[in-house]
């Protein structure tokens, strides 16, 4: 069993900054890509930024300059940096990872369970 565990989010004011982070666990042989997405209400999820194995980041327009993603491969583990954050970050952020379990050959994706951010005006 895979299970993706995230932790940060909160509440903070327009201009602040939050971190999240997410650590993959349970039978695994190796993980692919890994990123966030995010979902406000009464809109679709989007991605926010991801990463692959080589460390190429892709980002969301709305986001770049602010977020920063990372990822510390030995410990499963990918981090999400969200600075000078804004009214319109307020969504629930979902990690997402591409991950090959232990004895497949092929990737399954596998979502946490997701954290409110909520950035106060």
């Known amino acids: 069993q895979v299970q993706l565990v995230e932790s940060g989010g909160g509440l903070v004011q327009a201009g602040g900054s939050l971190s999240l982070s997410c650590a993959a666990s349970?039978?695994?042989?190796?993980?692919?890509?890994m990123g966030w997405y995010r979902q406000a209400p009464g809109k679709q999820r989007e991605l926010v930024a991801s990463?692959?194995?080589?460390?190429?980041?892709n980002y969301a327009d709305s986001v770049k300059g602010r977020f920063t993603i990372s990822r510390d491969h030995d410990k499963n583990t990918v981090y999400l940096q969200m600075n000078s954050l804004r009214a319109e970050d307020t969504a629930v952020y979902y990690c997402?990872?591409?991950?090959?379990?232990?004895?497949?050959?092929?990737?399954?994706?596998?979502w946490g369970q997701g954290t409110q951010v909520t950035v106060s005006s």
């Open positions: 997402n990872a591409a991950i090959v379990p232990r004895f497949r050959v092929t990737p399954s994706n596998y």
């Open positions: 349970g039978s695994i042989f190796r993980i692919n890509a």
């Open positions: 990463t692959t194995t080589g460390g190429s980041t």
